[in-house]
C-alpha cells in the first residue's frame, strides 16, 4: 500500500479535480502492474482489471467504482487490499480475500474531499520578519526567494482550484496560473476564481487575457448582478455582509470535484478564511527581511480583547526553503 500510495501522490498534479488513485497487481508476491488514475480512479482500476487475473492481488487506496464491480466479479482476484472500507455492492465475492483500512489515514489525506465530503482548503501567505506581507503602497510581489516561489507553484500544481480576493487583483494584476516548467502540469485544467462581490476586476486584467485563458477559464463570483456582456462573471450566494460566502465557494468547487482548493489573497480574505473555520491548511513562507510596521499585515481580524479569543493553528511542519522559511499549520 505505501508504494500505491507513492505513485497515487506522484500523480497528484496531474489529477487535480477527481479522486486520486493508483492500483497494483500483484502476483507471486512481485508487483506485476503499476496503474495511476491521471484522470480519476476509472481510469487506474479499468486498465488494472484488464491486466489481472484470477487469484492475483489487487492493491490500492481507492475501492474500484461501482461501474467496475462486474468487472472485479469476472476477474475473480484472489485478494482486495484497500485503503477505504470495502463499498457495499461487493459484498459476497467468494474467495476473495478482504484487508480494508490498510493506511487508513495517509489514503484519506490522499483525497480528502472523498473523506470530509469537501475540498482541502489551504491558504498561501508570504510575509516578512516583521509579519507584513506588503509594503504600505500595496507592492508584495517577491517578498520571498525564487526556491519559495517554485514550491508556491507545486502548491499551485496540486490544487484543483485557486482562489484569490479582487483586492489582489487590483493592486498586483496577478496571472493566477501554473507555471512549473512542465507543460503536462501547467496545462492541466484548474478553476481559477476572483472573488469580488462588485465586480471591480477590469476587463483588462491580465488573468482575463492569453496567454493566461489558455490554461482555461477564469470566473469572476460577485453577489451582485452580474454585468451583462462580462460571461466570466457569476452571481453567487452572500455571506452576512454581502461578500462572496465562503462555504459557497468551497460547496461549488466540491461539487465540480476539485480534491484542494488554494487561496492566494491579501489580508481581507485571509482573516475570512481564518474566521471561517473552514481553513484546514496554512503555508506560510516566512522571508529574512523587514517591511517595516506601516506595510501591510497577514490578516484583518476582529479586534480581540483577550488572547484566548485569538484564532490558533497547530505547526505541523518548519523548513528552509532557500533563504526562506516555510511554515505548514493545521486546524486544530
Ligand atoms: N504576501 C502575500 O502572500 C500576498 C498574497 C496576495 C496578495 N497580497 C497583497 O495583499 C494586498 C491586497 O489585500 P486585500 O486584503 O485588499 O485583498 P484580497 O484579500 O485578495 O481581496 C479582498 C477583497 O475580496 C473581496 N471579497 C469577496 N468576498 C470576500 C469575503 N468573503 N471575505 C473577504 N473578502 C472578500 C472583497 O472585495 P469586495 O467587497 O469588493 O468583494 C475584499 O475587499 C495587496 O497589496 C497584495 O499585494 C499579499
Known amino acids: 500500500m505505501a508504494r500505491a500510495l507513492r505513485s497515487a501522490e506522484a500523480g497528484a498534479e496531474w489529477c487535480v479535480a477527481a479522486p486520486r488513485t493508483a492500483v497494483l497487481v500483484v502476483r507471486d508476491g ?42 472485479v466479479r469476472a476477474v475473480g482476484p484472489g485478494a482486495l487490499v484497500l485503503g477505504s472500507a470495502m463499498p457495499g455492492g461487493l459484498e459476497g465475492l467468494e474467495g476473495v480475500e478482504v484487508r480494508a483500512g490498510i493506511l487508513e489515514a495517509s489514503c484519506a489525506e490522499l483525497n480528502p474531499a472523498v473523506l470530509c465530503g469537501r475540498p482541502w482548503v489551504r491558504l498561501k501567505l508570504a510575509m516578512s520578519l516583521d509579519g507584513r506581507t506588503a509594503l504600505s503602497n500595496g507592492a508584495s510581489q517577491w517578498i520571498t526567494g525564487s526556491d519559495a516561489r517554485a514550491d508556491v507553484q507545486r502548491l499551485r500544481a496540486r490544487s484543483g482550484a485557486l482562489v484569490t480576493g479582487v483586492g489582489t487583483v487590483l493592486a498586483d494584476d496577478p496571472r493566477l496560473n501554473v507555471r512549473t516548467g512542465d507543460a503536462g502540469i501547467d496545462t492541466v485544467r484548474r478553476w481559477r476564481v476572483v472573488l469580488d462581490s462588485a465586480f471591480r476586476t477590469p476587463a483588462s486584467a491580465v488573468l482575463l487575457q492569453e496567454p493566461s485563458l489558455a490554461c482555461g477559464p477564469v470566473e469572476i463570483w460577485g453577489t451582485a448582478e452580474a454585468p451583462a456582456q462580462r460571461g466570466e462573471c457569476l452571481e453567487v450566494p452572500a455571506d452576512p455582509e454581502g461578500r462572496v460566502a465562503i462555504e459557497h465557494v468551497v460547496r461549488e ?27 484546514d491548511e496554512l503555508v506560510v513562507y516566512i522571508a529574512p527581511k523587514f517591511l517595516g510596521h506601516r506595510g501591510r499585515g497577514l490578516v484583518e481580524l476582529p479586534e480581540y480583547t483577550a488572547v484566548d479569543q485569538a484564532p490558533g493553528m497547530r505547526l505541523v511542519q518548519s523548513r528552509q526553503i532557500g533563504e526562506d522559511v516555510r511554515l505548514i499549520l493545521r486546524n486544530v
Not at 496503474?35 to 490500492?60: H, I, Y
Not at 492566494?264 to 482573516?271: I, P, T
Open 253 to 279: 468547487l466540491g461539487r465540480r470535484g476539485v480534491q484542494e482548493i488554494l487561496f492566494e489573497c491579501g489580508a481581507a480574505l485571509a482573516g475570512t478564511l481564518l474566521e471561517s473555520g473552514l481553513l
Open 30 to 71: 512481485e508487483v506485476r502492474f503499476e496503474f495511476v488514475g491521471r484522470a480519476g480512479p476509472e481510469g487506474a482500476w479499468e486498465q488494472a482489471l484488464r491486466n489481472a487475473g484470477a487469484g492475483d492481488t489487487l492493491v490500492s487506496p481507492l475501492p474500484p467504482p461501482a461501474s467496475q464491480f462486474d468487472q
